[in-house]
């Protein structure tokens, strides 16, 4: 079983430079999101979806777009990176609205 | 904003001891969720404990469980018996809306031999 796969593992970008970090699951589950965790701060979510072509913004959403065309894929967009971007993002999904998350092996993004 | 508050940034304990960790949280909720996860090195995000807000008995899994006070808005985790592989950060999560979990800071938790 895949479960959530994250793509890349690691990405190091320059300011300005646009990019999409993959995420599937193949667990059929509705509900998909992206987290983004910082020192200090645990994870903060940057965008949600409750099912294929809708999304939501969520506590920090500025610098991101997000797009669910699938059940299976939701991939996260930066359009033009920031070092305040420097973070690590998690994908996560459930079946319903109060399942436990299950969580990507994370993408370790370096802006500088 | 809803908030979780884990007052504990860093704890440290000798392997077979027990350990509790802290969490509060803010809610107008009467029916909610809240979780334990746990953040070993390899960066994995591993679920520990769930409970439901309308369940008064304390969820319980193996080695791990929580002491739940609802009115005080308390939810905490309490470690038996730990093992150097308990060695992680763990963060108390509560669900807020549609999936949308909200974490405390986190707790770095060192089990040392």
């Known amino acids: 079983n895949a479960g959530v796969t994250q793509t890349p593992k690691f990405q190091v970008l320059k300011t300005g430079q646009s990019m999409t970090l993959q995420c599937a699951q193949d667990?059929?589950?509705?509900?998909m999101s992206w987290y983004r965790q910082d020192p200090g701060m645990g994870l903060r979510l940057i965008h949600y979806s409750v099912g294929a072509g809708i999304t939501d913004q969520g506590e920090v959403p500025n610098g991101y777009n997000v797009s669910r065309s699938t059940t299976e894929d939701f991939p996260l967009r930066l359009l033009s990176a920031a070092p305040s971007q420097t973070s690590v993002y998690f994908c996560?999904?459930?079946?319903?609205?109060?399942?436990?998350?299950?969580f990507g092996n994370g993408t370790r993004l370096t802006v500088t | 904003a809803q908030t979780v508050t884990q007052s504990q940034p860093e704890m440290s304990v000798q392997e077979a001891e027990t350990v509790t960790l802290s969490c509060t949280y803010d809610?107008?909720?009467?029916?909610?969720?809240l979780f334990w996860y746990k953040q070993p090195p390899s960066r994995q995000m591993i679920l520990v404990i769930r409970?439901?807000?309308?369940?008064?008995q304390n969820a319980t899994e193996n080695r791990f469980s929580v002491n739940f006070q609802k009115a005080a808005k308390s939810f905490s985790l309490k470690i038996s018996d730990s093992q150097l592989g308990d060695t992680a950060m763990y963060f108390c999560?509560?669900?807020?809306?549609?999936?949308?979990?909200?974490f405390g800071q986190g707790t770095r938790l060192t089990i040392n031999p």
């Open positions: 409970q439901e807000a309308y369940k008064q």
């Open positions: 996560a999904s459930s079946y319903n609205s109060n399942s436990p998350l299950h």
């Open positions: 999560a509560k669900i807020q809306g549609a999936q949308k979990l909200v």
């Open positions: 809610t107008s909720e009467s029916n909610y969720y």
């Open positions: 667990m059929n589950h509705e509900y």
